[in-house]
C-alpha cells in the first residue's frame, strides 16, 4: 500500500476514535456503550496499524531509530485508549474529559503534521 492509503486509513481511524469517545462522553454513565466501544477498539486498532504501517513504508521502522514525534503520537495513542475508561470510572470529569480528547487529537495531528524534534 502506499503512504497516502495509509494516511487515509489512519485519518478513518481518528474520526471512529472520536466518535466513540463523543458517544462515550454523551451517554449517561449508567448506560450501555458496547457499540461505542466496539468502534473505539476498531478505531484504536486501525490508527495502530495504518500509523505502523505508514512508518514502515517510510523506512522508520526500527524503535530504536525513531523521532521524538513517533514516541509522543504512541504516548497519544496509550493515553487516548484508557480515557473512555477514565471518565467512566469517574476518575476524570466528563467535561474535562472532552477537553482532554480534543487536545490529544491536536496534538497528535501537530505532531504528525510538524514532526517537531
Not at 36 to 47: K, N, P, Y
Not at 55 to 79: C, F, H, Q, T
Amino acid at each position: 500500500m502506499t503512504p497516502e492509503l495509509y494516511k487515509v486509513l489512519h485519518i478513518v481511524g481518528l474520526a471512529l476514535l472520536m466518535m466513540s469517545a463523543g458517544v462515550a462522553l454523551a451517554t449517561p454513565k449508567d448506560a450501555p456503550q458496547k457499540v461505542s466501544m466496539i468502534f473505539h477498539g476498531a478505531g484504536l486498532l486501525l490508527l495502530l496499524v495504518a500509523g505502523f504501517g505508514m512508518l514502515s513504508r517510510i523506512g522508520l521502522s526500527d524503535p530504536d531509530a525513531w523521532p521524538m514525534w513517533i514516541w509522543a503520537k504512541v504516548g497519544v495513542w496509550v493515553l487516548a485508549a484508557v480515557l473512555p475508561a477514565l471518565v467512566r470510572r469517574g476518575m476524570i470529569p466528563r467535561a474535562l474529559g472532552w477537553i482532554v480528547a480534543l487536545s490529544l487529537a491536536a496534538f497528535a495531528a501537530y505532531a504528525g503534521i510538524i514532526k517537531f524534534i
